[in-house]
Each structure stands twice: as C-alpha cells, then as structure tokens.
C-alpha cells in the first residue's frame, strides 16, 4: 500500500503542475454556482493548449491511482481535489474530441482506466461552457457583426475564442475533405489569427472577422462544388487542375474532366496497387490518365505536368482501394 500510495502523490504532483499556482483546489464546491462556473470556465480554458493531452493523460493516471488509495485516511482529504480534475478533464474532452468520432488515443487511454464506480463527476458538476463562455447556440452560425459587439460586455473571451475555434475546425473537418486544400489553407489562417491574438497583433474581434471570413469562404466553396456537381473525392483533383491549368480551362470544362479522369482511374485500380510489386497497375493508371488528357487535347509539358500531379493525389487517396475510397 506505501508503494501505491507514493504513485498516488507522484501523479497528483504531476497534475498540479497544471493549474496556476494559487488556485483553491480544495473549496471550490462551497462557491456558488456563478461562481463555481467562472472558476471552472478560467481552468479549462488555461488548458486548451499544446498541453491539453499531456493533462489528459496525467489525470487518466491519477484517477487511476487514486482508485487503489481512496479509502486511505491520509488520502480522504484530497477528495474535492481529484473530483475537480476529473471535472476539468472531462470538460477538456468534451470541446477537444471531434464531432466526428472519438481519436483512438483517447479511446485507448480510456480503456486502461477502470471507471470509479462510487463518483459520477458529469452528473453532479454538470457544466456548459458553451453558456458560461456566452455561446448559446453552439455553430459557427453565430458569427457576426452582433456577435463582435458582445464580445466585448462578457467574461472568459480567451475561452469563447477557443470554443469557436473548435466549432470552427469541426466543421472544415465535417465539410471540406482532407484532400480538399481548402480546409488545409483555411485551418493555417485560423491558427495565425488565434496566434496573433496570443501575441497581442491583433484583438479577438479580429479574431472573430477571420473566423467569419473563414465561414464564408467555406462556404463559398461548398456552393461551388455543389454547382459543378463535384463529389467529396473529386474536389481535390478539380483543384489540382485547376492550379496547373494556367486559366486555360473553364470550371465545367475542369469539372467534367475530373469526371471522366476517375472513372478511367477506377477501372485500373487493384488492391495494393501502389505498392512496387504492382508497378504494372501503377503504369495501367498512368495511361489511363494520360489517355483521357491526350483525348482532350492536352498536350505537352502540359500532359507531362497534369499526369504526374494527378496519379500522385490518386496514389495518396486511393492507396488503400477499394477501402476508404474519399
């Protein structure tokens, strides 16, 4: 028992690391609910950081040996300290896990950590930050000019700025694909206004107009799919062209192109063909392509150009066909 009871205070010690020196880990129960609920939104949001995982995971940890100590006499005293980072992780996990699905790690980590049986942290300390931050309606359909006013007549602007961050990459995530390089340059301008703002270039009302201004051009682009009539797995390579097509092209002209360059593709394609072993599918994928150009009338380095870029994407995309086929 001395050894787990070392582990326990070796894992607390790391925990608290975590948190701002001076804070009341033990009280804060006895605040009321104002105040229960600005004293957790500040923690939570001093968590989101680069830090957030390495804090996750120390407190999986601690839970963990606090579990096998709990009933201790001189372990009973930290009891509101370890709810509290229980609180304060599950919160963290709430805004950092994707609306998606759940990353693995976090399933993995969960899976080594038995569930204490006799706290049930969420239902007793049940929190939206959503609300506390002053974001009634979770969406990135809030941002605007109104929005920007009340930024400033509200608490916990740094937390507000990261929740919306998060709203915002869920949803580049959910809509624009990953081999669209849209949500790529639209992720990089994000994080430059959220470091600009760190570093005090620019204030959070700026924030919250490129965040705008990401939205719009989100979905500007979505429209623009949906009128060419392009699927999620074709969009990159309409951009692929239409990058290396110097103008020549027009969009429906790009759009039905995409078309038929994915169909010649899919009628080549085996399992594994990406692999050295099947350089004689990769060459198959190679003429079809060049073939549907060459019928086009792309000539040239123009042919040579286009070729390359575009197996390369489909070697990227399609390397596990026929699984994950976007």
């Known amino acids: 028992m001395e050894a787990a009871i070392t582990v326990f205070y070796e894992y607390l010690d790391i925990v608290r690391e975590f948190i701002p020196p001076g804070t009341d880990v033990i009280r804060w129960k006895a605040f009321d609910k104002v105040d229960r609920e600005d004293y957790i939104a500040g923690l ?36 509101n300290e370890i709810t509290l980072y229980q609180l304060l992780a599950t919160q963290v996990r709430k805004i950092v896990e994707s609306n998606i699905g759940k990353r693995k790690k976090e399933k993995d980590l969960e899976k080594q950590v038995t569930k204490l049986v006799n706290e049930s942290i969420e239902a007793e300390e049940a929190i939206d930050l959503f609300a506390v931050a002053g974001i009634e309606r979770p969406g990135i359909s809030i941002l605007d000019e109104v929005f920007i006013t009340d930024l400033v007549e509200k608490k916990h602007v740094d937390l507000r700025l990261k929740l919306l961050k998060k709203l915002l990459n869920d949803e580049l995530k959910l809509k624009l694909k990953k081999a669209n390089p849209k949500q790529k340059s639209l992720k990089e301008a994000l994080e430059k206004a959220i470091s600009e703002y760190h570093n005090r270039v620019i204030s959070a009302a700026d924030v919250i107009r490129m965040m705008m201004e990401v939205r719009k051009e989100m979905e500007s682009e979505l429209r623009f799919e949906d009128e060419l009539g392009l699927w999620d797995e074709e969009v990159s390579f309409y951009h692929i062209i239409e ?22 593709m899919k009628k080549e394609f085996k399992v594994d063909w990406t692999n050295p072993h099947r350089a004689d599918v990769l060459s198959k994928v190679n003429l079809a392509v060049k073939m549907v150009l060459m019928k086009e009338k792309i000539t040239g380095e123009q042919l040579k150009f286009l070729t390359n870029a575009i197996v390369e994407q489909a070697k990227e995309q399609y390397k596990d066909w026929p699984r994950n086929l976007a």
Not at 67 to 77: A, M
């Open 44 to 79: 939570v949001s001093g968590l989101l950081s680069d830090r957030q995982e390495a804090f996750l995971t120390a407190q999986l940890k601690l839970k963990k040996a606090h579990q096998l100590v709990r009933h201790v006499d001189e372990i009973r005293p930290f009891s």
């Open 243 to 264: 990058k290396l097509g110097n103008n020549a092209f027009t969009n429906d002209f790009i759009a039905n192109l995409v078309h038929k360059i994915l169909a010649a």
